[in-house]
């Protein structure tokens, strides 16, 4: 990763690539490949989980909460 993007940047622009989902396009996916997206689903789920708990922790160091 050459640049860092802003965090309340990053946040916003994954919002907004969730929210462009095609969901019916799914519709042709076989079974291997529908795995493959929850495999992937739930490693994106650990990164923002991660990501949570960094930032709570970093609002109670700040005294923000």
Not at 30 to 40: I, T
């Amino acid at each position: 990763m050459d640049q860092l993007t802003p965090t309340a940047t990053a946040l916003a622009g994954a919002r907004s690539l969730l929210a462009s989902i095609d969901h019916a396009g799914r519709r042709r996916l076989d079974a291997e490949v529908r795995l493959g997206l929850v495999s992937e689903v739930v490693a994106l789920g650990r990164q923002v989980e991660a990501l949570r708990v960094v930032l709570i922790a970093e609002a109670d160091r700040a005294k923000a909460a």
